[in-house]
């Protein structure tokens, strides 16, 4: 699982976002309690690692979702 940090989106771009690929069915956009609570817990896991990476400016390599200090 690769999670990409894209930065903000402008309202325009917003309005233009496609789904593209029939493996998907909608997609929202949500505060971090929302998404905790929508996502399965090893997903959520990765989430959450990923967000304090781009908080903190450091990247990190999870291992079964938890973070690897290499």
Do not use: N
Not at 8 to 32: I, S, V
């Amino acid at each position: 699982m690769f999670i990409f940090d894209v930065g903000a989106l402008t309202p325009q771009q917003t309005r233009a976002l496609r789904l593209r690929d029939d493996e998907l069915l909608a997609y929202k956009f949500c505060r971090r309690e929302e998404a905790q609570a929508l996502l399965r817990p090893y997903v959520w896991s990765r989430l959450a690692q990923a967000i304090t990476a781009a908080v903190d400016g450091v990247p990190g390599y999870l291992v079964h979702g938890l973070l690897s200090r290499v």
